[in-house]
């Protein structure tokens, strides 16, 4: 992983980082990872 000028992880990065752990996560945890991995970060701004 590594992270962009912004301070933020690549969107590759971000995505195996959620699904590294939604694998030992349990459910409620892992479907909130899920959705907060699928945040649009021009959205946030």
Same mark, same amino acid.
């Given at each position: 992983?590594?992270?962009?000028? %912004?301070?933020? &992880?690549?969107? !590759? %990065?971000? %995505? @195996? &980082?959620?699904? @590294? &752990?939604?694998?030992?996560?349990? /459910?409620?945890? *892992? !479907?909130e990872l899920q959705r907060l991995g699928q945040? /649009?970060? *021009? @959205?946030? @701004?």
């Amino acid at each position: 992983m590594q992270w962009q000028q %912004d301070g933020e &992880l690549a969107q !590759a %990065d971000l %995505d @195996a &980082l959620v699904h @590294a &752990l939604q694998q030992v996560e349990c /459910d409620h945890n *892992s !479907a909130e990872l899920q959705r907060l991995g699928q945040i /649009d970060p *021009s @959205a946030a @701004a």
